[in-house]
């Protein structure tokens, strides 16, 4: 078991949890962002998904347990090698260069991270951590993003997650031994199609709520 030790408190192991968590999380938003899509459905079937949700007990209980610990060795971890590089660097270059494939989404990810980290308790503590006895989900989403506020917070939200999770995706895969010439072109591809996906697919849904729905 040294071994197994050895290897996740090390750099690359920290890597590989963070690249490991990370994936789930995406897969998550997949799922999550298909759910959503019943809102376009109206107050029925957006009820009706709730209710199915709902209806699956212990295994949404063991779900969410799950995301959370996913998420607690997501943060962790980031932090921690966040830490490890500002020390290691306690004078930053003079000159920031995108050399070495660096781009905005991996120069700002730690700040990023930070940021969904925050909105994701503002996003539960709106819509999860809610007296749910006298109103309905679909009323809750309603009323929330009548609120130009509420509109614009979470679309900007949501660039925010574009950007983080389209440097994530690629990163993630590279981390776990993809980094190919045969392979990485794809890769890439299909993080900046996430991305977007990400911010025009959820950061619709406020926009559509509050002009149309």
């Given at each position: 078991?040294?071994?197994?030790?050895?290897?996740?408190?090390?750099?690359?192991?920290?890597?590989?949890?963070?690249?490991?968590?990370?994936?789930?999380?995406?897969?998550?938003?997949?799922?999550?962002f298909i759910g959503n899509l019943t809102l376009f459905g109206g107050e029925s079937a957006f009820a009706a998904y709730a209710e199915k949700l709902h209806s699956l007990g212990a295994f949404i209980t063991v779900a969410e347990l799950s995301l959370l610990l996913m998420a607690l060795i997501h943060v962790t971890t980031g932090v921690t090698l966040f830490y490890q590089n500002i020390t290691a660097r306690p004078v930053r270059y003079s000159v920031n260069k995108t050399a070495g494939g660096r781009t905005l989404g991996s120069r700002t990810a730690p700040y990023t991270g930070f940021i969904l980290f925050a909105f994701i308790i503002y996003h539960l503590l709106n819509f999860h951590f809610v007296d749910k006895t006298d109103r309905g989900i679909y009323l809750i989403v309603s009323e929330t993003f009548a609120k130009p506020g509420y509109v614009l917070i979470y679309v900007c939200a949501m660039i925010i997650a574009a950007l983080h999770v389209r440097h994530g995706f690629w990163s993630a895969f590279q981390t776990l031994g993809a980094n190919h010439p045969k392979y990485m072109p794809l890769i890439m591809t299909v993080s900046i199609l996430f991305g977007l996906v990400i911010a025009l697919g959820f950061g619709f849904i406020p926009i559509y709520i509050f002009f149309i729905a």
């Open positions: 078991m040294n071994w197994f030790y050895h290897t996740l408190t090390a750099s690359i192991g920290k890597k590989m949890l963070m690249a490991l968590t990370g994936l789930c999380f995406c897969s998550f938003l997949v799922v999550h």
